[in-house]
């Protein structure tokens, strides 16, 4: 996508199919196959029909969200291979530890930890558990790390001209209280009957004791919650396309665009009746200086982070790429690997993200994907 405009350059979503069938009679088993989760679900589309976790491709934004809470952009942070939040342990990939990081260090090793603490102190600032259902609503207001969110149009379509388009997920504590109220008599049979259907036994005492907790106080906002929005898991979902126009407003320094797969309405013999023009949707409020931070952080990613294997050898000087990897957590599958980037950094002009299903760590499939995209821009770029 490009950043400047919302111009769609190309999208695919694998598996695929012929969408000649559509021109044709088209059999109950045909179609059948084209929604089949088995075979793929050929059908849908990947790239705006479907969520995800977005992983620690989110932490773009919460990074802002962290320094609007008062986190010193100026200061080394420490990045220890676990901390414990309210009782519970949080660790970082493989519980590796890094010391004290400045900022953009954070963001080019992917430090879960230092966002997990600074989730976890905003969420103390905002009364933690201190009220009861309903009563501590308004904190979402005020919580900076759900506003920066939604600022980048995280929990909402984009508007793309495309039929179809998820709107994806933000959960905040007024979404966790209607999910609460909608499932919650759902949860306490659970907690009262168990998961008998469930063989593996550490999973099923998992999901006991999670339907326990529901069914008495599920509507409450906890710090795992909060650690875990904070680091693109639990509840929050986005498609590729969500993500891409997040991505598009750090390239070009706060503006929301509405992608276009759509350039123009013309005759069959070419001649252009409309021309369909670039639309702005909105701004984000983020101080240019922090902006800067984040930037300098996704630019290290490619060179010596956690895409550094992936972009080996690619020329940083003279076409250097930003972006940050995800690596998202699905239960009982392989995770979901990602990569978000944008470039040339001076003078963004593409957007690419890659989305890889139970491709593990978004260093090992996503980024590599994403290189040889870029590498057919830049050729094209530079001729």
């Known amino acids: 996508m490009d950043p400047r405009d919302g111009a769609v350059r190309a999208a695919a979503s694998w598996p695929t199919y012929d969408p000649s069938v559509w021109t044709r009679d088209l059999s109950t088993a045909d179609y059948q196959a084209l929604v089949d989760p088995e075979q793929g679900a050929p059908l849908v589309d990947r790239t705006l029909a479907r969520t995800f976790p977005p992983a620690s491709t989110f932490k773009a934004f919460t990074l802002l969200a962290a320094l609007q809470t008062g986190v010193d952009a100026d200061a080394r942070h420490a990045c220890p291979g676990a901390v414990t939040i309210a009782g519970q342990r949080f660790t970082n990939y493989q519980a590796e530890e890094f010391g004290r990081l400045t900022l953009p260090e954070v963001v080019e090793v992917s430090c879960d930890t230092s966002f997990y603490r600074w989730a976890y102190e905003h969420w103390q600032q905002l009364g933690g558990l201190g009220a009861a259902p309903g009563e501590d609503l308004d904190a979402d207001a005020a919580d900076r790390f759900l506003a920066v969110a939604r600022g980048f149009g995280i929990g909402r379509p984009t508007g793309v001209d495309l039929p179809g388009e998820a709107t994806g997920n933000l959960p905040s504590r007024a979404w966790k209280q209607q999910y609460w109220e909608a499932t919650r008599e759902e949860s306490c049979r659970r907690a009262e009957d168990g998961y008998p259907e469930v063989s593996d036994r550490e999973r099923r005492d998992f999901l006991e004791q999670l339907a326990r907790e529901s069914c008495t106080d599920g509507w409450q906002w906890r710090p795992g919650d909060a650690a875990n929005l904070s680091i693109g898991q639990g509840d929050v979902a986005v498609t590729p396309l969500q993500l891409a126009v997040g991505y598009a407003a750090v390239a070009n320094?706060?503006?929301?665009?509405?992608?276009?797969?759509?350039?123009?309405?013309?005759?069959?013999?070419?001649?252009?009746?409309?021309?369909?023009?670039?639309?702005?949707?909105?701004?984000?409020?983020?101080?240019?200086?922090?902006?800067?931070?984040?930037?300098?952080?996704?630019?290290?990613?490619?060179?010596?982070?956690?895409?550094?294997?992936?972009?080996?050898?690619?020329?940083?000087?003279?076409?250097?790429?930003?972006?940050?990897?995800?690596?998202?957590?699905?239960?009982?599958?392989?995770?979901?690997?990602?990569?978000?980037?944008?470039?040339?950094?001076?003078?963004?002009?593409?957007?690419?993200?890659?989305?890889?299903?139970?491709?593990?760590?978004?260093?090992?499939?996503?980024?590599?994907?994403?290189?040889?995209?870029?590498?057919?821009?830049?050729l094209r770029d530079d001729g």
């Open 253 to 378: 320094g706060g503006r929301l665009v509405a992608p276009r797969v759509g350039a123009s309405l013309t005759t069959p013999d070419g001649e252009v009746l409309e021309t369909v023009e670039p639309e702005r949707t909105g701004a984000v409020s983020v101080p240019a200086a922090d902006l800067a931070v984040l930037r300098e952080g996704l630019a290290r990613v490619p060179v010596r982070g956690t895409a550094a294997q992936a972009f080996r050898g690619w020329p940083h000087e003279d076409y250097p790429v930003a972006g940050k990897t995800g690596s998202a957590e699905v239960v009982g599958q392989t995770s979901t690997s990602w990569f978000a980037s944008y470039g040339p950094v001076e003078d963004p002009r593409h957007v690419v993200v890659v989305l890889v299903e139970e491709g593990g760590l978004g260093g090992d499939a996503a980024a590599p994907a994403a290189r040889r995209i870029w590498e057919a821009l830049r």
